[in-house]
């Protein structure tokens, strides 16, 4: 690094912000294959949770593509620096004591690790979609699994590229047995137990 560069602090921390904001700052990366129900169930918290005075922000995997990761493709060297990019993104956001909510594929588990090991203790909670991939791909919202087998879209998660399920993660939903409702419940309640929303 640069020796000319050099870190500032700040007047305002993290925990005044929090203490502001009356919730804990958190990432809830919600992880696994297309249509599994991430980018759905990560709207649907938000919305919760903006009813109840939460301050949050939801990262989407194809809304950041459309801007700060633009000039990445979908190799695996590619993949890996999407996510250390909005792992960088989600850790500003929690420092300025927001519950951040990201969905993305993110089938490595080095990198999610590697956002994990960004935040602070207890705010990297990870969201595993745990719903089958034929399920995912008879759902196919935006036909890429129908592209992947037809080899129009190549290094495609589940089809011709490997999805790394998490060892631990905080919460496993699988969204082929739970409703949205019930999804959203558990997370709430998650939220909850470990303080972050009162």
């Not at 000039?71 to 792992?87: H, Q, T, Y």
């Amino acid at each position: 690094m640069d020796e000319n560069i050099v870190w500032h602090n700040y007047a305002v921390d993290k925990a005044q912000r929090s203490e502001q904001k009356r919730h804990k700052p958190c990432v809830l990366w919600f992880t696994g294959y297309s249509g599994s129900g991430k980018s759905t169930v990560a709207g649907a918290l938000e919305s919760a949770l903006h009813q109840q005075g939460v301050h949050t922000y939801l990262l989407d995997g194809d809304n950041v593509r459309h801007g700060l990761c633009k000039d990445l493709g979908f190799s695996d060297a590619d993949r890996v620096e999407n996510i250390r990019r909005v792992g960088e993104l989600s850790k500003l956001m929690a420092d300025a004591g927001l519950v951040v909510l990201t969905a993305f594929i993110s089938p490595f588990r080095a990198e999610r690790d590697m956002v994990r090991e960004l935040l602070a203790d207890d705010e990297f909670i990870e969201v595993f979609l745990d719903t089958p991939l034929d399920v995912c791909e008879q759902r196919d919202p935006k036909g890429l699994y129908k592209k992947a087998r037809a080899g129009e879209i190549k290094h495609f998660t589940g089809i011709d590229s490997d999805y790394q399920v998490p060892n631990n993660p905080e919460v496993r939903l699988d969204t082929s047995k739970n409703s949205l409702e019930q999804s959203v419940a558990q997370l709430i309640a998650y939220l909850k137990t470990k303080n972050i929303i009162g």
